[in-house]
């Protein structure tokens, strides 16, 4: 089941000499393309405010996904539908992915923003309304993005980990990223009670993925072991993995 995430987006108004908040939610954070899959997605987005929101979308492919700091590139490898969207009051609507580009060897990467509007464009029949589109006289000053997983057309997963000290590095030499879900440094007491895990007792690190030729460290205490749950791209779910540092 997919969660909700919320955004609080901060609204200036041009009509009035004070900001305002409005509440943007997406229903979708992360979407993926399967093999096997549909080639179109399609993504709510909701304003809970009691004013307009005006937005254009943007798509920019992620060169190097592991890399905070990578450089990206416009691309229209995915349509996106409408790319101008006008959200009224207490409403919501739906915007399509389509791919364009067909599924290649490796997987791809992209991110789809949804950029402020300091002024209206020309109307290009996308608002329900002419009259509401003159209400959305206001300036979004938080971007609204969302990523865009696309799997390779043949998945090819070889994720492994070995030990160095107190470190294990998880090392990806597939081609599709591995996702380390809901991590925790557990007592060694812990180990092998599956769903009766005392998490309270534990160590919550941040979920995280490994991306195709990346590795990536996690140091585990003395007297903890690493439980996590290990999933395949963002959909295909494996198992729960505990890993200790081997004794010699």
């Not at 909700?4 to 000499?17: A, E």
């Not at 998490?199 to 995280?208: A, L």
């Not at 290990?230 to 010699?248: C, L």
């Amino acid at each position: 089941m997919r969660k909700s995430y919320s955004l609080i987006i901060v609204i200036v108004s041009t009509l009035l000499p004070f900001a305002s908040f409005a509440q943007v939610s997406i229903a979708s954070a992360i979407v993926a393309f399967q093999s096997g899959g549909k080639p179109f997605l399609d993504v709510g987005v909701s304003n809970s405010s009691e004013k307009p929101i005006y937005a254009v979308s943007e798509l920019v492919r992620i060169k190097d996904p592991a890399n905070k700091d990578s450089e990206v590139e416009e691309t229209d490898d995915i349509l996106v539908s409408p790319k101008r969207i006008s959200i009224g009051p207490k409403s919501s609507r739906t915007v399509r992915l389509l791919l364009r580009k067909g599924l290649s060897d490796e997987e791809r990467v992209y991110r789809l923003v949804f950029n402020p509007q300091d002024k209206l464009p020309e109307p290009d029949g996308t608002a329900e309304t002419e009259a509401q589109r003159k209400q959305a006289v206001l300036r979004v000053v938080t971007t609204v993005g969302m990523l865009a997983f696309v799997e390779p057309k043949v998945l090819n997963v070889d994720f492994n980990w070995t030990f160095e000290g107190s470190k294990v590095i998880f090392k990806n030499n597939g081609n599709i990223h591995m996702r380390l879900y809901a991590p925790l440094l557990c007592p060694d007491d812990q180990k092998g009670k599956g769903s009766e895990v005392e998490v309270e007792k534990c160590k919550k690190i941040d979920s995280f993925r490994v991306y195709p030729g990346h590795s990536r460290e996690v140091e585990i205490e003395p007297g903890y072991f690493l439980r996590f749950q290990k999933r395949i791209g963002e959909e295909k779910e494996v198992a729960i993995e505990e890993i200790s540092i081997p004794k010699h």
